[in-house]
Each structure stands twice: as structure tokens, then as C-alpha cells.
């Protein structure tokens, strides 16, 4: 029988992307006042054994960035994307980076329906 420390459910955590949310222009709620938090949330996801990717994508927002504050690069794209696929690159630099969240507001669906189409392209 397995303890709760063996149990293995196959998910994992997603970066959290400062594009993914909308925040308040209320003292405390603001962007800047939650980008430390989001900083520390990005460690647990490193933490807690992200794909390659997610580490990439994590340590690349985050580079080159001394001390103790740590803001999340907004214009950080990951340098092996465009040669993957040219247009899924191009839509997400052209979307304002969402990235993901495009991928949530528009749905699934079309989502990939884009990236297929690149593929054929």
C-alpha cells in the first residue's frame, strides 16, 4: 500500500504569468505590489518538478536580476520558440503576452486550432 508521500497523481503546477491576471489599481492589490508574491509562487512551481519548459520559462522571467525583489520580464520569450513554430510565436508576441491566457480566454479549441495551422504553414 502506498503512503501519502508515494502517491503520484501525474499533475504538476503551471507558472504563474503576471499576463494571466488582472489586477486592482487599489494600495496592496496592484501589480507591483504582488510581484514579489508571484516571484515566490514561481519558486514553488520550480519546487515541485516542472516539465524543461516551465523551467525554462520560469529562470528566464526571473534572470539576471540581483538582490532580494524580483519582478517577472514581460518581454521574455523563450529563444528556441520561434524555430519550433513561427506562427504560434508570432501569435503570442502579437496577443500583448498572454500566452497562456490566451489560451484560457479564447478556449482550447481555437487555441490549437491556431498552433495546428502553424504547423501546416
Not at 58 to 80: C, F, H, M, R
Not at 96 to 118: E, P, Q, T
Request: net charge negative.
Amino acid at each position: 500500500m502506498l503512503t501519502p508521500n508515494e502517491v503520484r497523481f501525474g499533475g504538476h503546477f503551471l507558472p504563474y504569468d503576471v499576463g494571466n491576471f488582472e489586477f486592482s489599481s487599489q494600495l496592496g492589490l496592484r501589480e507591483s505590489d504582488q510581484e514579489q508574491g508571484i516571484y515566490n509562487l514561481n519558486q514553488n512551481v520550480l519546487n515541485a518538478g516542472p516539465t524543461p519548459a516551465e523551467q525554462a520559462l520560469i529562470e528566464g522571467w526571473y534572470a539576471n536580476q540581483p538582490g532580494p525583489s524580483k519582478v517577472l520580464d514581460k518581454t521574455y520569450i523563450d529563444p528556441s520558440w520561434p524555430t519550433q513554430n513561427s506562427v504560434a510565436y508570432n501569435f503570442y508576441q502579437d496577443a500583448g503576452h498572454l500566452g497562456s491566457a490566451a489560451f484560457v480566454r479564447l478556449g482550447a479549441k481555437l487555441y490549437l486550432d491556431i498552433l495546428c495551422v502553424g504547423d501546416m504553414l
